[in-house]
T-cell receptor, first 111, second 115 residues
Framework: KNEVEQSPQNLTAQEGEFITINCSYSVGISALHWLQQHPGGGIVSLFMLSSGKKKHGRLIATINIQEKHSSLHITASHPRDSAVYICAVRSGGDSNYQLIWGAGTKLIIKP | NAGVMQNPRHLVRRRGQEARLRCSPMKGHSHVYWYRQLPEEGLKFMVYLQKENIIDESGMPKERFSAEFPKEGPSILRIQQVVRGDSAAYFC?????????????FGSGTQLSVL
């Protein structure tokens, strides 16, 4: 079993829909990252969370430390949101500079 | 303020040749990480460097691969005698300080194709 699991693996939705991508992890963490990778390959860091909730534009990220679970929400989705969304956790151990990566969720938003 | 710069963007090598991938971190960042992404897979940690020091190379193959981050100039990931299995996207990321809770900034990656 992977230490970081994302669901769903693939998600196709219509423009305007509310999107939720989930991330569960099994290790103790000091922080959780959500990143976006566009078809061209570039990776952008969206959020870094250690507790609670963060919002940036139409993106909202939440984390529940007790349940070891985080969600990324996209409101009023748009075709330009189509990308792979990746969850990565920084463990709380000695090697806490390493990120443990989820496999990614491929999101396609149709116009 | 330029972001993390990687070059080349695409690199084609024949089996047995050497590949050199360069990464210039963001201004003021002294921590560099290299990741490899195989087709249809997630990113895998390779090596973590600070200026002139390799902190953790546990994700890097013991043979043919090496990395450096000199006092002056970019970080270099070097792959000697490339094989087809080295074909992948190689990403570099940087952070400003001890990265316990720092955001990472990524370069656009180098796509290495081995013929």
């Amino acid at each position: 079993k992977n230490e970081v699991e994302q669901s769903p693996q693939n998600l196709t939705a219509q423009e305007g829909e509310f999107i939720t991508i989930n991330c569960s992890y099994s290790v103790g963490i000091s922080a959780l990252h959500w990143l976006q990778q566009h078809p061209g390959g570039g990776i952008v860091s969206l959020f870094m969370l250690s507790s609670g909730k963060k919002k940036h534009g139409r993106l909202i990220a939440t984390i529940n430390i007790q349940e070891k679970h985080s969600s990324l929400h996209i409101t009023a989705s748009h075709p330009r949101d189509s990308a792979v969304y990746i969850c990565a956790v920084r463990s709380g151990g000695d090697s806490n500079y390493q990120l443990i990566w989820g496999a990614g969720t491929k999101l396609i938003i149709k116009p | 303020n330029a972001g993390v710069m990687q070059n080349p963007r695409h690199l084609v090598r024949r089996r047995g040749q050497e590949a050199r991938l360069r990464c210039s971190p963001m201004k003021g960042h002294s921590h560099v990480y290299w990741y490899r992404q195989l087709p249809e897979e997630g990113l895998k940690f390779m090596v973590y460097l600070q200026k002139e020091n390799i902190i953790d190379e546990s994700g890097m193959p013991k043979e043919r691969f090496s990395a450096e981050f000199p006092k002056e100039g970019p970080s270099i990931l070097r792959i000697q005698q490339v094989v087809r299995g080295d074909s992948a996207a190689y990403f570099c990321a940087s952070s400003p300080a001890h990265p316990t809770n720092e955001k990472l900034f990524f370069g656009s990656g180098t796509q290495l194709s081995v013929l």
